[in-house]
């Protein structure tokens, strides 16, 4: 089986290689990115992580894949800058089993568009290519950036599904979503 391989304008989305992981921690796994994602990781956290995102993908067929700046020249070029993709929700509490989309990119890749153009990708992915009949994102009040990107995305808050988890470094996970009808009517608005 190939594996998944997905091209934006900027960014490549793909599945990991053993040589994506040292990068991927070092430009990741600081105190800005990790601030409402629970907190740095030690050696044991960095591989449950690992473990889990390569069980996504074998169990589902999806992950929160490699997210790569494409090799043009400008900054970060050929860069690994984080992860967006797509899981089945499995926080304690939460609306385990629908499909969540998820991303965390590199502090020196925020504000230059790329988590909207990876986000963005991994709906299109998820509704056309996963079967996904909406997708939702989790996040805490706090993380403004982050909910900020599912209000842009098309994606509405959804109280009646937010929950008590404190693994985010809150104490409480608060939920968007979009229905794959949400979906495609913002898709004819933009064509």
């Known amino acids: 089986m190939s594996g998944f391989y997905l091209e934006t304008d900027r960014l490549i989305l793909r ?17 800005a990115v990790m601030r409402w994602l629970g907190g740095v990781l030690d050696e044991g956290k960095k591989q449950w992580m690992r473990d889990r995102l390569e069980g996504y993908r074998r169990d589902h ?12 020249g400008g900054h970060l070029a050929g860069e690994l800058l984080g992860f967006c993709g797509l899981k089945r929700s499995n926080q304690e509490g939460g609306p385990m089993g629908e499909h969540e989309a998820g991303w965390r990119l590199r502090e020196d890749a925020w504000g230059k568009g790329y ?12 509704f056309e290519q996963f ?20 209000k842009r995305m098309g994606m509405t808050r959804r109280k009646d599904l937010d929950f008590a988890n404190d693994e985010f470094g809150a104490e ?10 949400e979906w495609t009517k913002t898709q004819e608005t933009t064509l």
């Open 61 to 72: 067929g999806f992950t929160f894949w490699v997210v790569e700046r494409k090799d043009d």
């Open 115 to 126: 988590a909207r153009e990876a986000a963005e990708a991994t709906l299109k992915a998820g």
């Open 15 to 31: 599945d990991w290689r053993e040589k994506d992981w040292a990068p991927f921690f070092q430009h990741t796994n600081t105190p």
């Open 172 to 181: 409480e996970i608060i939920v968007y979503s979009i229905t794959r009808e």
């Open 131 to 150: 079967g996904a009949p909406h997708i939702i994102a989790l996040t805490v009040d706090e993380n403004i950036g982050s909910w900020g990107l599912m």
